[in-house]
């Protein structure tokens, strides 16, 4: 069993900053890939950032240069730094992880636990 709980979200303006966290248990953190999504109202859950336990990465495009994926192994946690934040960035965020493998997915389909997502808001 595996538990996945988020943590900080909230209201922002755009240009600014916050850092997700993301608290496994039940397994270790750090033999898993912990991946970050992002769903907005009508559209399609879509892949942010993910990270292996060795401290791999992959962004999306879309995120590049201003979100850093980490993870603090020790505490079974993950965090996703995000800077210079969009309206565009609105979106619930919800962490995911698998276990099994350090490929770096994103694909939505690898990942078999997911955090119950906080909400990241970024006013104009």
């Known amino acids: 069993q595996v538990q996945l709980v988020e943590s900080g979200g909230g209201l922002v303006q755009a240009g600014g900053s916050l850092r997700l966290s993301c608290a496994a248990s039940g397994r270790s953190y750090s033999s898993n890939v912990m991946g970050w999504f992002r769903q907005a109202p009508g559209k399609e859950r879509e892949f942010v950032a993910a990270?292996?336990?060795?401290?791999?990465?992959t962004y999306a495009d879309s995120v590049k240069g201003r979100f850093t994926a980490s993870r603090d192994n020790a505490k079974n946690t993950g965090y996703l730094q995000m800077n210079s934040l969009k309206p565009e960035d609105t979106a619930a965020y919800y962490c995911a992880a698998y276990y099994g493998g350090s490929y770096i997915s994103s694909r939505t389909q690898s990942y078999e636990f997911w955090g119950q997502g906080t909400q990241v808001t970024v006013s104009s």
């Open positions: 990270i292996n336990w060795l401290g791999g990465t």
